[in-house]
């Protein structure tokens, strides 16, 4: 019963730190191999690289960090 309290108790805290966890900012990325650049919070892929950021939205129009 201990086991379960604590383990509970973990897993409630770590929901809760998820609660104050902040947007993610989105770069405009571009691949050495191919045309166009596109708008991501993560890197789509080895080789790919930053040219332009961060963007507050996901089409990378609105500059800057995002706000809660």
């Known amino acids: 019963?201990?086991?379960?309290?604590?383990?509970?108790?973990?897993?409630?805290?770590?929901?809760?730190?998820?609660?104050?966890?902040?947007p993610a900012a989105?770069?405009?990325?571009?691949s050495p191999h191919a045309e166009g650049a596109i708008c991501s919070q993560i890197s789509p892929g080895e080789g790919w690289v930053v040219i332009k950021g961060p963007y507050q939205d996901g089409v990378c129009k609105k500059t800057g960090i995002p706000q809660r």
């Open 26 to 30: 989105w770069y405009l990325w571009r």
């Open 1 to 22: 019963m201990k086991i379960a309290r604590t383990v509970l108790l973990i897993c409630t805290a770590w929901c809760c730190s998820l609660v104050w966890a902040d």
